[in-house]
């Protein structure tokens, strides 16, 4: 036929290298961003900072591009995935998708699988966003449709374009021409056309809207003229007979034009004029045959972007059921790129979109395409050397299922599913803004189009199912318009305006989501915006106008509807929900003057608002955000918090707010009334720059109780740390509670506290006031904190006259207060000195003190009339000595005074400064509060560096000549210390003990490991005779943990340490070693021995007792008995096993003999359980005849008391038939497994490999390559399919048995495996897989009988152990192969066991350690092929 293209010159065409590109160089992207960059595009230049990455994958060149059908006709692997080939490859990065949550209602295909991955559901986005869409019916079109139904016989609609003018074609093959004001301006073609065309499927409209394109259900094209109404072209040739026109669509260029038929083929049209006759000429870009395309969109670019560098390409977006492909049609046919949808449902349709948006500063066409649920983003680029990059974004999941997508802005997406439901989408956060239904539409579908019945439906299956939802020719968008044709109407939807948006909310009562709407669009925060222009500040002053008469509206409502009657509670809740929105609104806002003018007065009218409001206030206060306020707010503040009681909280007001302006003397009588200190001291200093008169107020307070001695209250307490604490504010220059004293005020305010610190006398003081009566309050008060005050002081004085004058008066005053006076404490004395001797041992001191002073705190320490607070009075007389107090005293006075008061920890401070470190031992040992303190001390001296060597020795002298003392106070510690520094005179150390009590705690400590002493045995060599005496006196303390203790004990001979065990008569003991020894019968006769004893002593007390030791001896006895023979039976012969055996069966059936039938024994039954308790454990190890004939040779039983024995004999045959059974039941088992899994391993190995793809997974070029190349293609049974050259260049090669074996690339490099394991088994499935290598030739095609399958190897070779993973894999849980194998395993460690090469070699770990271990008794199950 005509209309088919030249397939050779198709393929010449996309092969060729034209030039025409480089004649584009001066015509790159920046010169043209010039022309357009001031351009207003939807605003989008302003998100400099675009959340998107930019970084592009250029599709890798290659020799011979693939045509549009191969592409399309490639197979694709349904059951996977899309995964890039390899990273290193493709320059892309790959974004995590951010799915997003909103509610809807299901979708209609609620119970498939993909539902079970679908997101949880949140409240609507109404009070976040508003209302966002407005939607419309067009009245007069929707009329005019009807009636020109009824009329004319136009028949139903069928198909909408919108450009300037509406057009919509209906079912009858007319096409109806509206304007912008709905008026029916042409009705082109006629009902008799109609009938011979079919319904008009598809039309379009061109740029300058002076053509329309329709296409016919039976396949017909024709051109209109919308100025004249005429008919300028009828096309019946352009494209195959007997397919429907499902697209047909103009590009920028009006000679150029699409069109997709019903047969998945994709044509380009190109009109012209030659002599006045109008001609088309068709080229198929793509022919369905071979895979078939049912969407198409070319790039349409806006009247300012007419110069962008990408439309000289006229790029072209088409859809397949399998993947979408993005091609130029200028200047020649190429293919730009290809991307494949993945898993997806059959019935979903593929939708394509394009639209201009601004991504860093550059405008650039985005391609939005989706099949599903997910949308992916694909932004296009031209460089300067002419090539397009294509960048992926970040892809968009929801969790229903789309049949249409509409750009309405670059920020703005409208999507439509499957159940019509609208959804309305923020691009860049993918947040949901709206949602609507829009079922009243009655929405139109293509279905009979896609499924071509006016021609017979001569379509496939799978695109017929993709028509049951398809309305690509329902809906049409044109300048931020989207237009729905229903069935009777056409509907028009588009953004609100941001005052529309505000006003919608208004209208339905929702003020507070009106004014948190208005705040994000005053912050800039709000999504699909309209209608805001300007710089930022003009636009917040536009917003924030509207929001001010939002909030009088908020405030009078709130008055209005307020309650008035009913309990004063439902009031104060009314105002608590509705009064903070305005307070914040207005702070937000910063209009502290509507606040506090015009809104107050508002809510003053209603006492509960007021109330309400002056608390609102509260916490911007406390956190400084309000200052400003009027000082009649301040007033009321404060009067409403005080008539509620709230006065910690006017405290916490009041230092937070500037009261310069309310009456000071007023607040500080309300506060010194409620004991607000904080708030008085702030106003104090703050209204009237007063420092001294809060200390006297406070001084006044706590003085005299201080001086009766009496305990002062919690009040009184809060006041005197409140009196400290403010004075070291000012001291330091910082203001109370909070802040900073002016500069120009620290050095005043520092003389004013010293000078009322000092003072002789109080202001009205008594005469029997003593002197300096601040400072002794504060002395008495807290001696230590007051010390640190002035410490602190000390710190920050500069070394001026006045300065260290202030110092020495400071210290001679407290030594005059705290010496001369007896009423203060040794710990407040001495934190006095310690406070001084750390001042003296400053290197700048300039301060003074007697040293006869420090001499009489010496005394008055150590030599106290009484001995109480002897801790107290140590403690506080190392403080001294450790803050430098040392130099001020005579050391050997000190030390005897020391001594001979017990402080122990100044003798051993002084030693310490004398290096006579073992001295400090008996320190230590005299002190009992620190006496176990002394291991420590002596290990540290002997193994840290730093002392010499004769220190060390004279303490480890000290330490030897005290190791009685130190064994008796703790052994274990003792022990320790001796392995670790004295293991050379252990045996010293032992002839010092000479208390044999002693002697074994520390033995024992020393030799028994469980003890928890970390000696190292094996370098400690200790001699056997130290381990023989520890034995023997462990016979005599402890002899029930004898054996026990032998089992870890090493170090011991087994002849003396018997000898020892016989001496005490511990007869299981000795049994034990005699075993140990290797004289197994000596040991069975002693414990043999033991038994028939206590078995006559049973015998000898007959029925008169009913005490059950006897009896538990017996048995105990019998077990450690039946044991031993349990464990030497194995390694003896016969004989030797009945030499052991049927002497205890003699010994347990003896007493039975003496007992008569006619006055049994009262312990019979429980002798004759124990006696079958023996029967039962030899027969393990004696044969059964041999039993019986024994039992029945006995002159007892065979007199034919065989009743007796009965229970005997048929107990062991019960047990020999159970372990018959078993033996029997698990022979059938390994048999049925064995068989059923060779079948299987046979079958998986003998699989033939079935390629996923005809090209390399490293390359991604076909394995028909290169022609001069001699390269072999490499199949894995995972699928993938390589070169071996690109194999070898990605070292995929593996050593096993000394032979090479490949490895897939893509499935190790998936698990980031740098490098195989010894054993290949242990790796994922697939990294060494079953391969099949062929020879590559260039005629060499997919189906080439030269692929040829790798020869199998004698032992398990990769394929193999792959196959045989596989098979272990069909198991839920370990099998019973593996069971047996690891039992069999376990009884004899020398045999192999089978499928070796499935074990993990000496890490294998076994198959009852999982966690998840169970046992199956189901068949085995089915493999799947």
């Given at each position: 036929m005509e209309n088919e293209p030249d397939q050779e010159n198709l393929e010449q065409n996309l092969c060729a290298r034209t030039t025409e590109e480089e004649l584009n160089k001066s015509f790159s992207l920046e010169a043209s961003l010039s022309k357009f960059s001031c351009i207003d595009l939807d605003k989008e230049l302003e998100f400099k900072n675009d959340l998107i990455d930019d970084k592009e994958f250029d599709i890798p060149q290659v020799d011979t591009p693939p045509t549009l059908e191969s592409i399309l006709n490639e197979t694709d692997d349904e059951d996977e995935s899309f995964v890039l080939e390899d990273p290193t490859l493709l320059n892309i990065d790959t974004i995590d998708s951010h799915?997003?949550?909103?509610?809807?209602?299901?979708?209609?295909?609620?119970?498939?699988?993909?539902?079970?991955?679908?997101?949880?559901?949140?409240?609507?986005?109404?009070?976040?966003?508003?209302?966002?869409?407005?939607?419309?019916?067009?009245?007069?079109i929707s009329a005019q449709i009807v009636s020109a139904a009824d009329k004319v016989d136009a028949g139903l609609p069928t198909a909408i374009a919108v450009s300037s003018l509406i057009a919509v074609g209906t079912s009858h093959g007319l096409a109806l021409i509206f304007d912008q004001n709905q008026a029916l301006r042409l009705c082109l073609g006629s009902t008799s056309v109609g009938g011979q065309y079919g319904a008009i499927s598809a039309l379009s409209i061109n740029n300058d809207c002076s053509r329309l394109l329709c296409g016919f259900a039976k396949g017909q094209i024709t051109m209109w003229d919308l100025a004249s109404g005429k008919l300028l072209r009828s096309i019946s040739d352009a494209h195959p007979p007997g397919t429907a026109?499902?697209?047909?669509?103009?590009?920028?260029?009006?000679?150029?034009?699409?069109?997709?038929?019903?047969?998945?083929?994709?044509?380009?049209?190109?009109?012209?004029?030659?002599?006045?006759?109008?001609?088309?000429?068709?080229?198929?870009?793509?022919?369905?045959?071979?895979?078939?395309?049912?969407?198409?969109e070319p790039l349409h670019s806006k009247p300012e972007l007419k110069d962008h560098p990408i439309t000289q390409f006229s790029l072209l977006a088409m859809a397949s059921l399998t993947k979408i492909l993005v091609i130029g049609l200028k200047p020649s046919l190429k293919v730009w790129m290809t991307f494949p949808y993945g898993r997806m449902d059959p019935s979903s349709v593929p939708l394509l979109a394009w639209h201009f948006v601004a991504v860093n500063n550059c405008v650039n066409p985005m391609l939005a395409f989706c099949r599903g649920d997910v949308?992916?983003?694909?932004?296009?680029?031209?460089?300067?050397?002419?090539?397009?990059?294509?960048?992926?974004?970040?892809?968009?999941?929801?969790?229903?299922?789309?049949?249409?997508?509409?750009w309405i802005n670059s920020r703005t997406v409208v999507l439509l599913d499957s159940v019509e439901k609208l959804h309305v989408i923020d691009r860049q956060t993918q947040e949901e803004l709206e949602t609507m239904e829009i079922s009243e539409v009655q929405l139109v579908y293509n279905s009979s189009h896609f499924k071509s019945l006016a021609t017979g439906g001569n379509v496939s299956q799978a695109l017929a199912l993709v028509g049951e939802k398809a309305c690509y020719q329902s809906i049409s968008s044109y300048g931020g318009q989207i237009f729905y044709l229903g069935t009777k109407s056409v509907y028009v939807m588009m953004l609100r305006s941001w005052r529309e948006r505000m006003d919608h909310l208004l209208k339905q009562d929702c003020l507070t989501e009106a004014l948190a709407l208005a705040w994000s669009f005053h912050e800039g925060k709000a999504k699909a915006v309209v209608g805001l222009s300007g710089d930022v500040s003009k636009r917040k002053a536009v917003v924030a106008d509207r929001m001010v008469e939002i909030l009088f509206h908020y405030a009078d409502r709130a008055l209005k509807k307020c309650p008035e009657q009913g309990k004063i509670q439902v009031m104060e809740q009314h105002f608590q929900d509705t009064v903070p929105v305005i307070v914040d609104y207005c702070l937000l806002l910063q209009r502290r003057d509507l606040l506090f003018s015009q809104m107050y007065d508002k809510l003053s009218e209603n006492s509960v608002a007021k109330g309400v409001f002056l608390e609102c206030l509260e916490p911007y206060i406390l956190s400084d955000k309000l200052v400003g306020i009027t000082p009649q707010v301040m007033k009321d503040l404060i009067v409403h918090f005080q008539d509620k009681k709230l006065m910690d909280s006017v405290e916490a007001l009041i230092v937070h707010?500037?009261?310069?302006?309310?009456?000071?003397?007023?607040?500080?009588?309300?506060?010194?009334?409620?004991?607000?200190?904080?708030?008085?001291?702030?106003?104090?200093?703050?209204?009237m720059n007063e420092f001294i008169s809060p200390m006297e107020k406070l001084f006044k307070v706590i003085a005299p109780p201080l001086n009766a001695g009496k305990t002062l209250t919690d009040e009184q307490v809060v006041m005197g740390n409140k009196l400290l604490v403010y004075i070291s504010c000012c001291l330091a220059g910082r203001a109370y509670p909070l802040g900073d004293i002016p500069e120009d005020l620290v050095p005043l305010v520092k003389n004013q506290v010293f000078e009322f610190l000092i003072r002789l006398h109080s202001v009205e003081a008594s005469s029997e006031e003593e002197v300096?009566?601040?400072?002794?309050?504060?002395?008495?008060?807290?001696?230590?904190?007051?010390?640190?005050?002035?410490?602190?002081?000390?710190?920050?004085?500069?070394?001026?006259?006045?300065?260290?004058?202030?110092?020495?008066?400071?210290?001679?005053?407290?030594?005059?207060?705290?010496?001369?006076?007896?009423?203060?404490?040794?710990?407040?004395?001495?934190?006095?000195?310690?406070?001084?001797?750390?001042?003296?041992?400053?290197?700048?001191?300039?301060?003074?003190?007697?040293?006869?002073?420090f001499d009489q705190v010496l005394e008055f320490l150590c030599s106290p009339d009484d001995d109480s607070r002897h801790s107290e009075r140590q403690q506080v007389l190392l403080e001294l000595l450790q803050a430098g107090g040392v130099v001020q005293f005579e050391e050997s006075r000190l030390i005897r005074m020391a001594e001979k008061a017990e402080f122990y920890q100044i003798c051993e401070f002084m030693y310490e400064r004398a290096h006579q470190y073992d001295k400090i031992i008996d320190?230590?040992?005299?002190?009992?509060?620190?006496?176990?303190?002394?291991?420590?001390?002596?290990?540290?001296?002997?193994?840290?560096?730093?002392?010499?060597?004769?220190?060390?020795?004279?303490?480890?002298?000290?330490?030897?000549?005290?190791?009685?003392?130190?064994?008796?106070?703790?052994?274990?510690?003792?022990?320790?210390?001796?392995?670790?520094?004295?293991?050379?005179?252990?045996?010293?150390?032992?002839?010092?003990?000479?208390?044999?009590?002693?002697?074994?705690?520390?033995?024992?400590?020393?030799?028994?490991?469980?003890?928890?002493?970390?000696?190292?045995?094996?370098?400690?060599?200790?001699?056997?005779?130290?381990?023989?005496?520890?034995?023997?006196?462990?016979?005599?303390?402890?002899?029930?943990?004898?054996?026990?203790?032998?089992?870890?004990?090493?170090?011991?001979?087994?002849?003396?340490?018997?000898?020892?065990?016989?001496?005490?008569?511990?007869?299981?003991?000795?049994?034990?070693?005699?075993?140990?020894?290797?004289?197994?019968?000596?040991?069975?006769?002693?414990?043999?021995?033991?038994?028939?004893?206590?078995?006559?002593?049973?015998?000898?007390?007959?029925?008169?007792?009913?005490?059950?030791?006897?009896?538990?001896?017996?048995?105990?006895?019998?077990?450690?008995?039946?044991?031993?023979?349990?464990?030497?039976?194995?390694?003896?012969?016969?004989?030797?096993?009945?030499?052991?055996?049927?002497?205890?069966?003699?010994?347990?059936?003896?007493?039975q003999k003496l007992s008569s039938s006619a006055a049994p024994h009262r312990h019979c039954e429980a002798l004759k359980s124990l006696t079958m308790q023996v029967l039962n454990s030899m027969a393990t190890f004696i044969a059964l005849p041999s039993i019986?004939?024994?039992?029945?040779?006995?002159?007892?039983?065979?007199?034919?008391?065989?009743?007796?024995?009965?229970?005997?004999?048929?107990?062991?045959?019960?047990?020999?038939n159970y372990e018959q059974t078993l033996l029997e039941t698990t022979t059938s088992l390994l048999n049925q497994d064995l068989h059923w899994s060779l079948c299987n391993l046979r079958a998986s190995v003998s699989r033939g490999l079935n390629p996923k793809q005809d090209y390399c997974s490293i390359c991604l070029q076909q394995y028909k390559r290169r022609q001069e190349m001699a390269d072999e293609i490499i199949v894995f049974s995972c699928g993938h399919l390589y070169h071996s050259f690109c194999l070898q260049s990605k070292e995929c090669t593996v050593e096993i048995e000394g032979q090479t074996r490949w490895i897939c690339y893509k499935c190790s490099s998936s698990s980031k495996a740098g490098k195989l394991s010894e054993n290949p088994s242990e790796d994922k499935k697939g990294r060494v897989t079953s391969q099949a290598k062929a020879p590559l030739s260039y005629h060499q095609t997919k189906g080439d009988p030269s692929v040829r399958k790798a020869n199998s190897e004698p032992a398990l070779d990769p394929q193999q152990?792959?196959?045989?993973?596989?098979?272990?894999?069909?198991?839920?849980?370990?099998?019973?192969?593996?069971?047996?194998?690891?039992?069999?395993?376990?009884?004899?460690?020398?045999?192999?066991?089978?499928?070796?090469?499935?074990?993990?070699?000496?890490?294998?770990?076994?198959?009852?350690?999982?966690?998840?271990?169970?046992?199956?008794?189901?068949?085995?199950?089915?493999?799947?092929d």
């Open positions: 799915s997003y949550d909103t509610s809807s209602v299901a979708s209609s295909d609620s119970g498939d699988r993909a539902n079970l991955k679908r997101k949880k559901k949140l409240p609507d986005a109404f009070s976040l966003h508003g209302s966002v869409m407005r939607h419309s019916l067009l009245k007069g026109i499902l697209h047909i669509k103009f590009t920028d260029d009006p000679t150029l034009a699409i069109c997709n038929d019903s047969g998945g083929s994709v044509f380009e049209l190109t009109f012209k004029r030659v002599m006045g006759v109008r001609t088309c000429e068709s080229r198929c870009l793509f022919s369905g045959s071979k895979g078939e395309v049912c969407c198409i949308v992916h983003f694909l932004l296009v680029k031209r460089d300067e050397s002419g090539a397009i990059h294509v960048t992926k974004q970040k892809h968009l999941h929801l969790y229903y299922d789309l049949i249409n997508f509409t707010m500037d009261i310069t302006s309310l009456d000071i003397q007023q607040v500080v009588l309300m506060c010194w009334e409620n004991r607000l200190y904080d708030a008085m001291i702030y106003v104090y200093n703050r209204g300096y009566p601040y400072v002794r309050t504060l002395l008495h008060f807290d001696t230590r904190e007051f010390l640190n005050v002035l410490a602190l002081t000390f710190e920050d004085f500069k070394n001026d006259k006045q300065a260290v004058e202030y110092q020495q008066r400071i210290v001679d005053i407290l030594l005059k207060v705290m010496v001369e006076n007896s009423d203060f404490t040794p710990s407040q004395v001495g934190c006095l000195f310690t406070f001084l001797a750390r001042q003296l041992a400053k290197p700048d001191n300039t301060l003074f003190v007697n040293r006869t002073l320190c230590y040992l005299h002190d009992p509060l620190r006496e176990e303190d002394v291991f420590n001390y002596i290990h540290n001296i002997l193994s840290i560096p730093g002392h010499s060597a004769e220190e060390k020795q004279s303490v480890w002298q000290k330490a030897m000549d005290h190791m009685e003392e130190l064994v008796s106070l703790k052994p274990c510690k003792a022990a320790e210390l001796v392995a670790t520094h004295f293991s050379g005179q252990i045996e010293v150390v032992i002839g010092q003990l000479q208390n044999q009590v002693l002697l074994f705690k520390f033995l024992r400590s020393l030799l028994d490991p469980r003890e928890g002493v970390h000696v190292n045995q094996e370098l400690l060599q200790i001699p056997p005779s130290v381990t023989e005496q520890f034995i023997e006196l462990l016979c005599q303390f402890s002899p029930d943990q004898v054996i026990e203790t032998l089992q870890v004990l090493e170090c011991y001979r087994l002849e003396e340490t018997i000898q020892i065990t016989q001496k005490y008569q511990l007869h299981e003991v000795t049994a034990y070693l005699l075993e140990k020894k290797g004289d197994v019968h000596g040991a069975f006769l002693l414990l043999l021995e033991r038994l028939q004893s206590r078995l006559q002593e049973i015998t000898r007390q007959g029925g008169n007792t009913t005490e059950a030791f006897p009896l538990k001896a017996v048995e105990d006895t019998m077990v450690e008995t039946i044991a031993l023979c349990q464990r030497n039976s194995q390694n003896l012969n016969q004989q030797q096993r009945e030499a052991l055996w049927f002497p205890l069966l003699e010994a347990m059936m003896a007493p019986l004939q024994r039992i029945l040779q006995d002159p007892i039983y065979g007199k034919g008391k065989l009743g007796e024995i009965q229970g005997l004999i048929l107990g062991m045959l019960d047990t020999f152990i792959q196959a045989f993973e596989q098979l272990c894999r069909l198991y839920r849980g370990s099998s019973r192969l593996a069971l047996l194998t690891e039992l069999s395993q376990n009884r004899s460690g020398d045999s192999c066991r089978p499928f070796a090469g499935s074990q993990s070699g000496p890490a294998f770990n076994s198959v009852f350690q999982n966690e998840n271990f169970q046992l199956q008794l189901a068949p085995p199950p089915v493999a799947e």
